[in-house]
């Protein structure tokens, strides 16, 4: 028996695939992977951008961004993974800004970090060209005659 119209089936109809007449299986929206690819990027964003790095947040909620306006095609609504998407791509690309910007003003405006920053920064000049920060840039402003 068959739910559809409550009998069987005929053989001679729809080439005895046993499926009743005119019935199309259900199809995919063409954007759907494209949304989907959307959501997930926008999730890492997202993740990545709590960690503190820089790039990752800006690269995936870029491509979150674009692929989530690419799902819609010619359609006037949007998928919802692709709004997902769209919306953990803006969140991600903000939150990036609001840390490392954030991260840069404890930086700038605390003394001791400063103080510590600079140290460390003649230290790694130090060790990896043989002299320390200060002394190449007074070298770099010698020679271009600030000097």
Same mark, same amino acid.
Request: hydrophobic content about 35%.
């Given at each position: 028996?068959?739910? &559809?119209?409550?009998?069987?089936?005929?053989?001679?109809?729809?080439? %005895?695939?046993?499926?009743?007449?005119?019935?199309?299986?259900?199809?995919?929206?063409?954007?759907?992977?494209?949304?989907?690819?959307?959501? !997930?990027?926008?999730?890492?964003? !997202?993740?990545?951008?709590?960690?503190?790095?820089?790039?990752?947040?800006?690269?995936?909620?870029?491509?979150? *961004? *674009? @692929?989530?306006?690419?799902?819609?095609?010619?359609?006037?609504?949007? @998928?919802?993974?692709?709004?997902?998407?769209?919306?953990?791509? *803006?969140? %991600?690309? !903000? $939150?990036? $800004?609001? !840390?490392?910007?954030?991260?840069?003003?404890? @930086? &700038?405006?605390?003394?001791?970090?400063?103080?510590?920053?600079?140290?460390?920064?003649?230290?790694?000049?130090?060790?990896?060209?043989?002299?320390?920060? =200060? =002394?190449?840039?007074?070298? *770099?402003?010698?020679?271009?005659?600030?000097?």
């Amino acid at each position: 028996m068959d739910s &559809y119209n409550n009998g069987p089936v005929p053989s001679y109809q729809n080439n %005895g695939s046993g499926y009743p007449p005119y019935y199309t299986p259900p199809t995919r929206h063409p954007g759907s992977s494209f949304a989907t690819a959307s959501m !997930v990027l926008g999730i890492i964003a !997202v993740i990545s951008a709590f960690f503190g790095t820089v790039y990752p947040p800006i690269v995936c909620g870029g491509l979150s *961004i *674009i @692929l989530s306006l690419l799902s819609k095609g010619n359609d006037k609504a949007m @998928l919802p993974n692709a709004k997902v998407g769209l919306l953990t791509g *803006i969140l %991600g690309m !903000v $939150v990036n $800004v609001v !840390v490392v910007g954030s991260f840069f003003v404890m @930086l &700038y405006t605390n003394s001791s970090y400063k103080e510590a920053f600079h140290d460390q920064l003649n230290q790694y000049s130090e060790y990896f060209y043989g002299e320390s920060f =200060d =002394d190449m840039w007074e070298q *770099i402003e010698k020679d271009a005659g600030y000097r």
